[in-house]
């Protein structure tokens, strides 16, 4: 399928929503680079899947994109959300021709903070970062449900595009 892809995907008792973005031109003959946006507010009390008006792709590069959803008991920074998106990614790599080299993972707000939850937590698949007004330090707050360790030392020699603005306190 072409265009808006409205899927989701059954893993450990959740329901994980997402929406691909898939060039009208797709050709399954070349690779397409991915990009992995993660949305704001994750404090929604329910899950459900990404409206496709509120998050269209930028133009320019033709690339597949991907938005899941987190919600209140499953925000970017844990467990649950690193299981979801590696196999949603893995998904969309068995669907779909995908450039292993050019996956990035993006984000706003929350989004951007789990950007660099995955960077630091789940690496790997990604080929760079790009944070937008995410904030790391939310990542240290004692009070948040994120599970288990971070390993900022991944993010080095990681490329990293950090995005906030001249009116942001971050």
Known sequence: PRGVVRSH????????????????AYDPARAYQVRLQLHGGVGRPERS???????????????IYIVPSAWRAA???SHTQITGIRAILDQ????????ENLVVV???????????????????PFA????????L??????MRSEDGDVFPNNLRNKPLFVVNGGRDPF
């Open 128 to 135: 760079s970062i790009l944070p937008a007004n995410g904030f």
């Open 137 to 142: 330090m939310v990542l240290r707050n004692e």
């Open 9 to 24: 995907l059954s893993l450990e008792g959740n329901e994980f929503f997402y929406t691909l973005f898939v060039p009208e």
């Open 49 to 63: 899947a990404p409206s496709a008006a509120t998050t269209p792709p930028l133009p320019g590069t033709d690339q």
């Open 92 to 99: 969309v790599k068995r669907t779909y021709n995908v450039n």
């Open 106 to 124: 993006s984000g706003v707000s929350d989004g951007g903070t789990g950007a660099y939850f995955m960077a630091m937590r789940d690496t790997t």
């Open 75 to 77: 925000p970017w920074w």
